[in-house]
């Protein structure tokens, strides 16, 4: 799941790409959770929410770190807690959409969950 992360995220970003190198890795991330959302909507909709997101986010922080995708975006003492954080309200919100009825397109639950995890609520003042 996270080969296009890894693709999208540059190995070394110049520190005034870091913004960018920051949201194409969330856009990414994004991207691979709800890949297949249409077609796993009901087994996400049975699984526990918690355990749900301890068996996905242990797999995904654990490749991350291999993979170093944040190495250079965001300083060391500071990736646990951003991606946990980052993982936690994109699961979350994606546990909320796949509650809704009708149910959204993968689209509109990718950029929400992008808008929300760069920019917080302020960012969907503008949505």
């Known amino acids: 799941m996270l080969d296009e992360v890894e693709q ?7 520190p005034e790409g870091r913004e960018r190198a920051l949201s194409a890795f969330l ?3 994004v ?3 709800t890949s297949g ?12 929410a918690d355990v749900l997101y301890g068996h996905l986010s242990r797999a995904f922080k654990r490749q991350v770190g291999e993979r170093r ?20 309200g994109i ?13 959204r ?12 995890t760069e920019s917080g609520l302020l960012g969907m003042l503008d949505a």
């Open 37 to 48: 959302l249409e077609r796993d909507r009901r087994y996400m909709q049975r699984v526990p």
């Open 91 to 103: 699961f979350s919100l994606l546990q909320n959409l796949l509650a809704d009825e009708p149910a």
């Open 31 to 33: 991207r691979a959770v």
């Open 105 to 116: 397109p993968a689209a509109e639950v990718e950029r929400m969950a992008v808008t929300l």
């Open 69 to 88: 995708l944040l190495e250079g975006v965001l300083p060391e003492r500071e990736r646990a807690g951003s991606l946990a954080f980052a993982l936690g």
């Open 8 to 14: 999208a995220a540059p190995a070394s970003p110049h």
């Open 27 to 29: 856009e990414a991330l």
